[in-house]
Each structure stands twice: as structure tokens, then as C-alpha cells.
Nanobody
Framework: VQLVESGGGLVKSGGSLRLSCAAS????????AGWFRQVPGKEREGISC?????????YYSDSVKGRFTISWDNAKNTVYLEMNSLKPEDTAVYYC???????????????????????WGQGTLVTVSS
């Protein structure tokens, strides 16, 4: 599986961005996906995860709940993260990841040991100015 992210950039506080993660090489329909972010000196944070494309249960961390929306485009094998009401504290490198749908979406986002089983994108920088 390969992942290619796009959509990062500079936005003012209160603005919106949409991140895309195009996936190729799936060997099964049962892949889950997630978005994570990291700032220098801090651990990578799982902010939103979604189960396989035909189930689409979701998880959001408290830090983004109500502002961000994760979704699949089945036809394009792409997972999106719609980010609204952005805040300066949302500034980070955002990574998408995918793996077989073997754990709950919350575990995929929260349990750090699960991350070793995931395939990661290259990351895209989101900067929110105040």
C-alpha cells in the first residue's frame, strides 16, 4: 500500500483546509485509515480514524471533535480530512495512515503500539496563523 497526501498549507485562524490521502495497492476491502499529527518535541497524536470504506465508523479526538470530519471516497480510494474553525494550536505535520481493519477505530488512533502495523504517508504541513 502506498499513500500520497496533499492539501496542507498556510491558513488564518478560523479558516478551513481539506487534506487528501490517495491510497493505492489495497489487497482487501477491509482497510481502515486515520489522520495523525505531530509537532516538534511532542508525540504523534491520533486525531481521527475511520473503519473500512464500506463500514465507515469514525473516531475523533477531543481536540478536533466538532471541527474536523474524516471520510472516504470509495471510487478514488482516497480518505479526506475536512478541517474547519482552525486554531493556531492545530499547526502540525499531518500524516495519514492505513492498515487492515483489525482493531476499533479508537484503538487505531489512540494505541501507540498499533502504529507499528500501519502504512504511513509522507506528511503534509498545516500552519494556522493567529
Amino acid at each position: 500500500v502506498q499513500l500520497v497526501e496533499s492539501g496542507g498549507g498556510l491558513v488564518k485562524s478560523g479558516g478551513s483546509l481539506r487534506l487528501s490521502c490517495a491510497a493505492s495497492g489495497f489487497t482487501s476491502d477491509h482497510y481502515a485509515a486515520g489522520w495523525f499529527r505531530q509537532v516538534p518535541g511532542k508525540e504523534r497524536e491520533g486525531i481521527s480514524c475511520i473503519t473500512s470504506r464500506y463500514d465507515a465508523r469514525t473516531y475523533y479526538s477531543d481536540s478536533v471533535k466538532g471541527r474536523f470530519t474524516i471520510s472516504w471516497d470509495n471510487a478514488k480510494n482516497t480518505v479526506y480530512l475536512e478541517m474547519n474553525s482552525l486554531k493556531p494550536e492545530d499547526t502540525a505535520v499531518y500524516y495519514c495512515a492505513t492498515g487492515l481493519d483489525l482493531v476499533t477505530v479508537q484503538d487505531m488512533c489512540v494505541r501507540t503500539e498499533v502504529r507499528d502495523l500501519l502504512t504511513w504517508g509522507q506528511g503534509t504541513l498545516v500552519t494556522v496563523s493567529s
